[in-house]
Nanobody, 122 residues
Framework: QLQLKESGGGLVQPGGSLTLSCAAS????????LAWFRQAPGKEREGVSL????????SYAASAKGRFTMSRDDAKNTFYLQMNSLEPEDSAMYYC???????????????WGPGTQVTVSS
């Protein structure tokens, strides 16, 4: 069974950048579709980016498009979320997750780890 562990969160000033990592164990990432979600206090968890297991196509939520970049390193069995031009509204707990559905939608993801906190503040 695939297990994931997030890292890379922290405190960053508005306009800054962070790269989140999600290290996998127990199986190969290439067998799954992958995603990043986030949840801010008092808000519902929302999808940020999604990588389809069928063709590797990556899609982004409107809030992330143009600022965030998702990528995968099969040699390291790790995937990433590069976040640029961060805004206070990006402050949230960020989660990496996976599903066996190869052409998933956001609701196909349901496995959650502890997450990594991102705080954007001056």
């Amino acid at each position: 069974q695939l297990q994931l562990k997030e890292s890379g969160g922290g405190l960053v000033q508005p306009g800054g950048s962070l790269t989140l990592s999600c290290a996998a164990s127990g199986s190969r990432l290439g067998l799954y579709s992958l995603a990043w979600f986030r949840q801010a206090p008092g808000k519902e968890r929302e999808g940020v980016s999604l990588l389809s297991g069928t063709d590797g196509r990556i899609s982004y939520a409107a809030s992330a498009k143009g600022r965030f970049t998702m990528s995968r390193d099969d040699a390291k069995n790790t995937f990433y979320l590069q976040m640029n031009s961060l805004e206070p509204e990006d402050s949230a707990m960020y989660y990496c997750t996976f599903t066996r559905f190869l052409q998933p939608v956001w609701t196909d993801f349901s496995s959650w780890g502890p997450g990594t906190q991102v705080t954007v503040s001056s």
